[in-house]
């Protein structure tokens, strides 16, 4: 088989692996095979010398994923969109729960939240069963009054 045609088809496999493995790195890696499929094809040196295939596909890959990388960095990085408020809160500062275990300072209690058991604590005791809105946050912890 010619080597040209191996160097081709080992790009293009390297190239549809993104679609398995994302990350956009080994795409550059596919770059790096299709430019060695043409430097074989081109020149007989390069065909006649394992080595310098070799070389060859290591600098086209390293080159096309530093400059890919670089001319791509506005599509990769996705676009945060920022609530007012505290971002670091999820939603959960203001939330209502139900109190699921008693809080009794200075011991934790549990609240419910959207499904799921949180640790609470409370300046105040606050009875099983009870409403409770929280204030805050720290961690798993919830701070209810």
Not at 64 to 85: D, I, S, W, Y
Request: hydrophobic share 55%; net charge negative.
């Amino acid at each position: 088989m010619d080597l040209a045609l191996v160097w081709l088809i080992a790009g293009l496999v390297l190239m549809l692996m993104e679609f398995v493995i994302p990350g956009f790195v080994i795409f550059f890696f596919g770059l790096g095979g299709l430019v060695t499929a043409v430097a074989v094809w081109l020149l007989p040196s390069v065909e006649g010398s394992f080595v310098a295939q070799v070389l060859c596909f290591t600098v086209a890959s390293v080159l096309t994923l530093v400059v890919g990388r670089r001319c791509f960095r506005g599509l990769l990085q996705g676009k945060a969109e920022h609530a007012p408020g505290d971002a670091d809160d999820d939603g959960i500062v203001g939330a209502v729960v139900e109190v699921v275990a008693a809080i009794e300072p200075p011991r934790a209690g549990r609240v419910s939240l959207h499904g799921a058991e949180w640790g609470a604590i409370a300046d105040h005791p606050i009875a099983k069963g009870a409403t409770a809105t929280v204030v805050a946050r720290d961690n798993i912890t919830l701070t209810v009054k």
